[in-house]
């Protein structure tokens, strides 16, 4: 009770917009137990005002700077701006070199520009829980924008990026036909393209490349009847930015306007149950490292069991 | 009945090692269903000889073609070698450069030799689940060692490198430090480190940084007696492949003198358990489209349940 009590002044707190509140909020939500999941269901159903914006790229793709350069835009047009990064190289995490963590800095004097940056896994479960768990604090707390940088490479990143409204993707010039392999199953979930680096020679092969993989998509029948476009921009000179944002804008637009966005909004409901299915399943599993399982464990090491069939058993034998 | 004798009569075959039987056998099990589950379950207690050896790095490191090189060189000595490749940029799944391709074409003439790429997620599950299940046809088939290259980013890859007994991390110099990050996960869980490329003269410095964080790790404590070993090679002059074909036997050896293989059998045992689990959850969750899991994802999407919650209710609804 009076975990629960605490746990509700601190969530009055940063609900009304008190950064230290909010902060601290974050901090608790990350370190996980029954506190947490009591404040985090009440900043669930406070949630859901916010226009949540996934930004993915490879490192070196520079989303992160993208990503500053949008949270200025959007402030300048008076909006609250929440960023939560993943990417364990984004200067946003503290992580990249001088240059850009002085511009991040810079970011983070602003009363209005909350950065949060997920360098561990939460107790609770992965990262993409506590990523999501983060967005929702940020949204109830009243920011109106929350930006996701995320680095464009694995699962747990493609489960992020799946529970945005919006998700850019940023590519950029001469990184190499590999690494853009990589993020190929990345790309097939982009709202908006954005290329960067377009102050150089070769980006005009970058924006004709993913125009021509736009138009097969489109020949092989899209599933939504927004164009995805591809927005060239240079951090070097502030090129597309502007025009950056008004997309990202316009997209949630369109999601509201064609009812899009209720289906959207199922969703990432489906997503992130799932995403938590799977955490509780993980933490049970490692808090049974002594119990019941292991055993079972052990049978599927002499190979008496076959793997499957002892996952099914552990499955049947979780009950509420 | 008739689906389970035909697959015992597939199953039969494909142990006693014939090739055609191999192939379609990898076949039946990347399409799942319960055949495909019959086929595997006999398929595990048959498999265990084998050694499993994971061989990740980022796309760019060389590792495709260190895999080659040491495919050939456990050839040269009388080993049968499996080969299941999940990289897509991988030249043993057809997708990289032309004299990669042509070199790989040279060793799958080898009937000695059997190789897989894993192209598609399989039907029963999740990327790391058909891998493995691929790994458990090619050691009951009686391939000696099976090498399981993968791309070292993602929990997908994590989840495969885990399952082996030996893992080999392939460093190569000049990646850039971003690249390098986006892997660090995957450092720590090294049993032998590869540095590919070292006729190039920026190779001592990849070298040196590797040792230098090896004796980071092994001042904070190492969990293992084993040393992990640092080698150079070169695909240019073939430097080093003996070597690291020699480390990779070592590592198993020492295993099995120290009994660490044994708790190595129990994590891979727990880890394949843990896959399945999430992976059973998931097309479970997938084919409830319909059903009743709709009610509580709407009531998710409308903020009136948190998604904790609602996958609580989930998975106590699970019984076999």
């Not at 377009?198 to 125009?211: E, M, P, V």
């Not at 000179?237 to 959207?264: D, K």
Request: charged residues 20%; proline residues 3%.
């Amino acid at each position: 009770v009076a975990a629960r009590l605490a746990a509700t002044a601190l969530v009055t707190a940063a609900l009304s917009g008190k950064i230290a509140a909010i902060a601290r909020l974050l901090s608790r939500v990350e370190e996980g137990g029954p506190a947490a999941l009591t404040a985090l269901e009440m900043v669930y159903a406070h949630a859901g005002s916010a226009h949540v914006v996934g930004l993915t790229g490879v490192p070196g793709s520079g989303k992160s700077t993208l990503a500053a350069q949008l949270a200025r835009q959007f402030r300048a047009a008076g909006r609250r701006v929440g960023i939560v990064a993943v990417d364990p190289t984004s200067p946003f995490s503290g992580g990249s070199i001088l240059g850009d963590r002085i511009r991040m800095n810079e970011l983070s004097e602003d009363p209005g520009v909350f950065i949060r940056s997920m360098a561990t896994r939460g107790a609770l479960g992965g990262l993409s829980r506590a990523t999501l768990d983060a967005v929702d604090v940020l949204d109830a707390a009243g920011y109106d924008l929350v930006l996701i940088e995320t680095v464009g490479v694995g699962q747990d990143e493609v489960d992020v990026v799946r529970a945005a409204h919006t998700t850019v993707v940023v590519s950029a010039p001469g990184l190499g036909d590999d690494i853009q392999a990589v993020k190929a199953g990345i790309l097939e979930i982009a709202d908006v393209h954005a290329v960067s680096k377009c102050d150089r020679s070769d980006a005009g092969r970058t924006i004709a490349d993913l125009k021509g993989m736009l138009a097969m998509a489109t020949a092989a029948g899209a599933t939504s009847s927004w164009k995805v476009p591809v927005v060239p921009t240079s951090a070097a000179n502030g090129e597309g930015v502007a025009e950056l944002c008004e997309t990202v804008a316009n997209h949630l637009a369109f999601l509201q306007a064609s009812g899009e966005i209720e289906v959207r909004q199922q969703q990432i409901a489906r997503q992130r149950v799932l995403a938590a299915a799977e955490n509780i399943l993980r933490d049970r599993f490692q808090d049974d490292a002594k119990g019941a399982m292991e055993e079972l464990v052990a049978d599927v090491a002499a190979r008496k069991v076959h793997p499957y069939a002892a996952a099914r058993d552990f499955i049947g034998h979780q009950e509420m």
